[in-house]
């Protein structure tokens, strides 16, 4: 029998909220923010339902990388 996906729960919230609030996601930053650290609590792969949450998270790496080359120091 398969595991239970750690972050359904909350996954299952974030569906109720956009729901209940139009898919305004700015009205949802809340339960937003409890499946971003859901997932940061699991290794990546764990749980299904966080596998956007684990593409944003790289995504932002790659621009904070990127962006932490172009900065110069001002005196």
């Given at each position: 029998m398969p595991q239970k996906d750690p972050c359904q729960k909350q996954a299952c919230e974030i569906q109720k909220c956009?729901?209940?609030?139009?898919?305004?996601e700015s009205r949802c930053a809340a339960v937003l923010e409890e499946m971003r650290q859901c997932c940061a609590r699991?290794?990546?792969?764990?749980?299904?339902?966080c596998s956007?949450?684990?593409l944003e998270e790289r995504n932002r790496q790659k621009l904070k990388g990127a962006s932490s080359g172009t900065h110069t120091a001002q005196h």
């Open positions: 956009l729901q209940a609030n139009n898919y305004v699991y290794p990546k792969g764990r749980s299904i339902c956007g949450f684990e």
